[in-house]
């Protein structure tokens, strides 16, 4: 099978690595993808193979949101970890969009799921692009990036993606966190939208996506969760329900630690304040192994 080519569109310095940025044909979400990496300095003299921490955007987000606010290529450098930053949905002229042109749904909001219902199932296959064609992509076309080292992250409905992604693919992540994350979509408003949209109506096809219910059926595995939220987010009663997750976890014995923040919101002040320890924590999970 030919490899996909990838063009690129962007790169420059930062903190002695490089961040790149690039486009490519998506076979899963039949359009043009987009998706930034940061590769740190150790990369140009190690011979040794160099783990990843895969970040997921929110809603409205693209690759650019994380690289220019988050402050995290620092930290990156610092432990000699790549970033690889997909977007958050298919784009283009051709892709669907929210009729009704909301910001919570479609555009910018993939919810990082395979949808099975018209006109949203061709493109928006966000679930299979970041477990499979993303990460193959990486492995054919950066040789020292390590495909068995990688862990996951993100925040709000990139963290509902980090989370789910992780308990649904047992043993694939060494590590997964979050900010703020939509921790049971399937009885939230922006959840409730997105799945009844992109799944249909049965909120039984829903589970498959929904993080609680995830973690109350997991027993592969009991991967560590971390979770920051901040306790002056507005979103945080109504859409994100942390409590939620935190009621899943000790019910079935997985292992959680939910932190609050006193003061902080939902924006990337927020992320950009404990970005650092998140990679920290991600990079002794990677160096483990």
Not at 219 to 247: A, H, S, W, Y
Request: with cysteine; aromatic share 12%; net charge negative.
């Amino acid at each position: 099978m030919p490899v996909e080519a990838l063009k690129q569109v962007g790169r420059c310095r930062s903190f002695g690595g490089w961040i790149e940025t690039y486009t490519h044909e998506s076979k899963k979400c039949h359009c043009t993808m987009r998706f930034s990496i940061y590769l740190p300095p150790q990369i140009e003299s190690t011979k040794s193979l160099m783990p990843a921490l895969y970040w997921l955007s929110g809603l409205t987000c693209t690759d650019e949101n994380f690289i220019n606010k988050s402050g995290a290529m620092q930290y990156a450098a610092k432990y000699g970890i790549v970033l690889i930053v997909p977007d958050t949905s298919p784009r283009g002229d051709e892709v669907p969009d929210d009729p009704k042109q909301d910001w919570d749904f479609g555009l910018g909001a993939g919810f990082y799921l395979n949808a099975t219902e018209a006109p949203w199932s061709k493109h928006y296959q966000m679930y299979d692009y970041i477990v499979s064609e993303l990460p193959e992509l990486i492995q054919s076309h950066f040789e020292k990036i390590d495909p068995k080292r990688k862990s996951i992250s993100g925040h709000s409905m990139g963290g509902h993606g980090a989370i789910m992604i992780a308990l649904k693919n047992p043993g694939a992540y060494q590590s997964v966190s979050a900010f703020s994350p939509i921790v049971a979509p399937g009885s939230c408003p922006w959840g409730e939208k997105a799945f009844s949209s992109y799944l249909g109506s049965d909120p039984q096809k829903w589970q498959n996506y929904d993080s609680c219910q995830l973690i109350q059926s997991q027993l592969k595995e009991r991967l560590p969760i971390l979770i920051d939220q901040g306790q002056n987010d507005g979103f945080m009663k109504v859409q994100l329900q942390p409590e939620k997750i935190q009621t899943a976890c000790q019910e079935a014995e997985h292992p959680l630690t939910l932190r609050y923040h006193a003061g902080y919101d939902h924006s990337y002040f927020f992320i950009a304040s404990f970005i650092g320890e998140h990679i920290s924590y991600h990079a002794q999970a990677l160096n483990r192994h």
